[in-house]
């Protein structure tokens, strides 16, 4: 079955074409500045990238571009919509309504939702992209895999806040995570990789990315991650905060008299790496100024690093132990700095690093020594493979 898979941000749609049979892509793209003016651009496996301005007033336009540029009797790679046999739709929060992927209903719609308070840059757009395909596709099967279904497994005392009870049973204020796709792909990546015991291992994934989260598998389930209610908490990301004292936010309100929401947007837009090294959120920038000497990226690195370190050290004791340290995202696949800085530190458990295979640009490596007492590894993420996967299996 070749199955269609859409990500769908406000002004932005990414889709990718999957053969089921294959797991290969058969092309992928982007619809970018949807509702301003509109970029497409179109990629057919194998074949060099097309970019075009193409006016997108709204989504729906999008997605039938895409289905347009996939159709194409010269581009495409389907001779017909037909062959599209369902289309899987990332979902960034599923609350605790979604544990697991499901097949997407009136009723699923509904309680997609219900849960656009707790995201409401993400579903709304997630929703539209929904609706748009639907009106396109009528009678495809779709479904809709959530960020946050994976870490459904933790359990209470790893989710509630110390807050009033009340707060999470009236408004579920609690602890959700997000990175699911990727800390659930990857995890099981490590499991068949190791040749491990699913039920029986225990794994810590960090997702290093521009959004970075780490996430702690034991036994194949999620049972402690770093962000929160929303995307903002945990590591040091490019532009986010992570982890501060929630003190500091009326601290920081009063000095430079700002609100609570304009303390929000510094805290997701202008801090991060970003905010500590006044140079930029991406992690080429801060080493190329780290290499001239640049100290405050310098600190900025040593920072970002030290966070990693404290909750690798932390979802470590919680399990109990570690088989395996996996590394995935941008920074994770792609970093050997942070890679090695990280791993230094767990040194004292017997976690020994392998330079010559850390210095590795193949997807999936070990970059442990032989006789390393934990393995560590680096393992590329695919997100919309998992997609794919779980739309497969419901829309049979
Ligand atoms: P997201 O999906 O959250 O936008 P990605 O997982 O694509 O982010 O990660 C993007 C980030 O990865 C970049 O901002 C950059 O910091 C980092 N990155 C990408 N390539 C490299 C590289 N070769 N070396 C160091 N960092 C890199």
Do not use: W
């Not at 009106?135 to 459904?152: I, K, N, R, S, Y």
């Not at 810590?204 to 049972?223: M, P, Q, R, T, W």
């Not at 936010?249 to 905010?275: D, Q, Y």
């Amino acid at each position: 079955m070749k199955i269609l898979v859409i990500n769908c941000g406000s002004s932005s749609l990414k889709y990718q074409l999957i053969d089921s049979d294959t797991e290969k892509v058969l092309a992928k793209g982007l619809c970018e500045r949807i509702g301003i003016d509109g970029m497409f651009t179109y990629q057919k496996a194998g074949c060099d990238k097309q970019v075009s301005q193409i006016d997108q007033p709204d989504h729906k336009k999008s997605v039938q571009l895409v289905i347009d540029a996939l159709t194409d009797k010269e581009n495409g790679v389907v001779a017909d919509l037909s062959e599209i046999g369902a289309v899987g739709h990332r979902v960034v929060h599923g609350g605790e309504k979604f544990a697991s992927s499901v097949l997407i209903t009136e009723e699923v719609i509904k309680a997609i939702e219900e849960c656009n308070d707790l995201a409401p840059l993400h579903n709304p757009a997630n929703i539209i992209g929904i609706n748009a395909c639907r009106e396109l596709m009528p009678g495809v099967p779709m479904v809709a895999v959530f960020d946050t279904a994976f870490h459904q497994t933790m359990p209470a005392e790893a989710f509630l806040y110390g807050i009033p009870y009340d707060y999470y049973k009236k408004y579920g204020v609690r602890k959700y995570g997000f990175h699911g796709t990727s800390h659930s792909y990857v995890s099981k990546r490590v499991i068949d990789i190791l040749g491990l015991e699913a039920e029986k291992s225990k794994i810590v994934v960090c997702h290093l990315g521009n959004g970075a989260s780490i996430c702690a598998v034991d036994g194949g389930k999620s049972v402690e991650t770093s962000m929160g209610l929303t995307p903002l908490m945990g590591l040091i990301m490019g532009t986010r905060s992570g982890e501060i004292d929630p003190g500091a936010m009326e601290f920081i309100a009063n000095k430079e008299g700002l609100n609570l929401s304009e303390v929000m947007t510094i805290l997701n837009k202008r801090s991060g790496v970003l905010g500590l090294s006044g140079v930029s959120s991406d992690f080429r920038d801060i080493e190329s100024a780290i290499e001239d000497g640049n100290e405050q990226a310098k600190a900025a690195m040593d920072a970002f690093v030290h966070r990693v370190v404290s909750y690798v050290g932390g979802y470590i004791a919680v399990m109990g132990g570690v088989d395996a340290i996996v590394f995935t995202a941008g920074i994770g696949e792609n970093d050997k700095g942070v890679r090695k800085a990280v791993i230094e530190k767990f040194g004292y458990l017997g976690v020994k690093l392998d330079e010559e295979a850390n210095n590795s640009r193949e997807d999936e490596v070990i970059i442990s020594t032989p006789d390393s007492k934990v393995k560590v590894l680096k393992v590329a993420t695919n997100e919309e493979l998992m997609i794919a996967r779980d739309t497969l299996a419901l829309a049979k």
